[in-house]
């Protein structure tokens, strides 16, 4: 039998020390919503625009010498893809990523970028997670999913973690509640863990609210297949894993979903009151506050996870009204 190893608030502590010997800490913003003051984690501004530099850099960091020289497999519609590929370069790795042939051109541009191989799939009617594990079986490579997997959560948990020095050093009481993005639930998990007395919300976009509906169930529900179209890719995850879901369970984490309409509408507020370029996905947490679905509170800390957008679709909801 086959013990998986489970990620720990410790494990958390480690990876936050892993992210503060190589990388300064992410902007915390406040801004006004209804009359109150809100924190925001600016992890659009992270080297690679995404949190999941984080994950990436603890996981990859674990490998020994003879792993490394093999390199590592993953599968990613862009931000995951590019954390891996950046960890990959830092590390003199060989990174190989199965991406969906419809990701945005942005990400897979970057992703090469960072020196890694990209391997097309159809969203549809591939299996991504399959394609990438024969892969690595076949190269003897280690595989990263981009939430399932304990060293992948705690890397994207150090995020917490420094969150609480910043309210610390503004002089602010703890924080209280959380709100974040969630596509697989690796950043959700991983906060929950990094902050055991606040209260965490996860946001989805509607339709794709898996983790939200398995929170309510009590066991994992998966997106079902006519799941309508969504700009956050991100956040487009079929399933959530055994790992994140049993995390956030523990801790009795509740979810929220927004509209497409919500999410442009935070998307244009980051720029105005933030001077941020958010994602759709990394924009969801914010959607939620604007929307009313989650009332704005002292100490609530907010992720903005994301701020890779294609240039053109950016530029169309800057332009809309909606």
Same mark, same amino acid.
């Given at each position: %039998?086959?013990?998986?190893?489970? /990620? ?15 990388? /300064?800490?992410? +902007? ?11 924190? @925001? ?5 992270? +080297? ?27 599968? &990613? ?15 003199? %790795? ?5 991406? /969906?042939?419809?990701? /945005? ?41 981009? @939430? ?23 002089? @602010? ?7 974040? =993005? ?44 006519? #799941?309508? +179209? ?14 994140? @879901?049993?995390?956030? &369970?523990?801790? &009795? ?37 604007? #929307? ?7 100490? %609530? ?9 294609? =240039? ?11």
């Amino acid at each position: %039998m086959t013990i998986v190893r489970q /990620p720990t608030r410790a494990g958390v502590r480690d990876a936050a020390a892993k992210m503060t010997a190589i990388l /300064p800490p992410t +902007p915390l913003l406040i801004a006004e919503i209804r009359g109150v003051d809100v924190a @925001f984690k600016a992890e659009s501004l992270q +080297p690679i625009g995404a949190f999941k530099i984080r994950g990436a850099w603890h996981r990859l960091t674990t490998l020994d010498e003879a792993a490394r020289k093999k390199g590592v497999v993953a599968f &990613s519609s862009g931000n995951h893809a590019q954390g891996v590929a950046w960890a990959a370069r830092e590390l003199g %790795m060989p990174a190989v990523v199965v991406m /969906p042939d419809d990701a /945005p051109v942005v990400k897979r541009e970057s992703t090469l970028a960072l020196g890694a191989e990209v391997v097309g799939c159809n969203r549809l009617t591939d299996s991504r997670e399959k394609i990438a594990a024969h892969l690595a079986h076949a190269r003897g490579a280690v595989l990263v999913p981009s @939430f399932d997997d304990a060293w992948v959560i705690e890397g994207q948990g150090s995020a917490g973690i420094e969150a609480e020095d910043q309210f610390k050093e503004l002089g @602010f009481d703890g924080i209280e509640h959380v709100v974040t =993005p969630c596509g697989g639930g690796g950043l959700a998990a991983g906060l929950a863990l990094a902050l055991p007395e606040a209260r965490i919300t996860v946001v989805e976009p509607e339709g794709w609210d898996d983790m939200r509906r398995s929170l309510e169930a009590g066991w994992i529900e998966e997106v079902p297949a006519d #799941a309508p +179209p969504t700009a956050c890719d991100s956040l487009q995850t079929r399933r959530v894993s055994q790992l994140t @879901f049993d995390v956030l &369970s523990r801790r &009795s984490a509740t979810g929220v979903a927004v509209s497409e309409v919500e999410v442009r509408a935070a998307q244009r507020w980051a720029a105005a009151k933030l001077r941020l370029v958010v994602e759709p996905g990394g924009a969801v947490a914010i959607a939620a506050l604007l #929307a009313g679905k989650v009332e704005p509170a002292e100490n %609530m800390l907010v992720l903005v996870s994301g701020g890779n957008v294609d =240039p053109s679709a950016y530029a169309a909801v800057l332009g809309r009204a909606d």
